[in-house]
């Protein structure tokens, strides 16, 4: 069984910084490039960012790159977003996910785990 749990997040002010973790199990982590997603209230799902299987490729979105760092263990199974220089729009709850940019969108939605929620706010 497929099981991804997200932890880090919390209250951070404009500016601030905030290191998210997920812990993975119940699959090959280290066959497949991983991404993070996030929703914020009443939007829909926004990918956010991805690492290849690897972890020497690495993709963002226009609105979190240069900001944001995505990195992973693959000896713990472990994925990891560094959120750096933190706006009020990058509040909402983040999810890592299997796949890249575009291939996230094939796996299951039930395969998610809770998210772990980011509020920025001063």
């Known amino acids: 069984e497929v099981q991804l749990a997200e932890f880090g997040g919390g209250l951070v002010q404009p500016g601030g910084t905030l290191n998210l973790s997920c812990q993975t199990s119940?699959?090959?982590?280290?066959?497949?490039?991983m991404s993070w997603l996030r929703q914020t209230q009443g939007k829909a799902v926004e990918w956010v960012a991805a690492i290849g299987n690897q972890g020497d490729t690495t993709d963002y979105a226009d609105s979190v790159k240069e900001r944001f760092t995505i990195s992973r263990d693959n000896d713990k199974d472990e994925l990891y977003l560094q959120l750096s220089s933190l706006k009020t729009e990058d509040t909402g709850t983040y999810y890592c996910?299997?796949?890249?940019?575009?291939?996230?969108?094939?796996?299951?939605?039930?395969?998610r785990g809770q998210g772990t929620q980011v509020t920025v706010s001063s």
């Open positions: 119940g699959f090959p982590f280290y066959s497949y490039p």
């Open positions: 996910v299997k796949g890249n940019r575009i291939s996230w969108t094939y796996y299951s939605a039930a395969e």
